[in-house]
């Protein structure tokens, strides 16, 4: 993968994004949520930085992120998928390039 250069290496300042944890601060009142959302915020704030795709089995942080997106409007720009609800969608979705427009395919 990386000869091919399909994996982005980045350092953590280069995706880590202030302004979203002040909002997420902000705007989520639920301790929990808040909690779990930190906890995964690396992965949004890497999504943003590159394809704006993250592909994880964790369907708590899909569910808040669809939750808050309107509080949090940088969460309505990432595709979220779960590789294990629909895996041969998933899959070839992942072979033709998996542009972000085309997720919504993958729960039909």
Known sequence: MRGQKKINDLESTETENKGLR????????????????LKDIHLIEAALATNQIVISRDDTMADLRKKYQDQIPEF???VWINP???PEKVIEWLKTGAKPGEASKLTD
């Open 22 to 37: 002040d909002k997420i601060e902000e705007v989520v009142r639920n301790e929990g949520h808040k909690k779990k959302i």
């Open 84 to 86: 294990t609800k629909n």
């Open 76 to 78: 309505k720009k990432i």
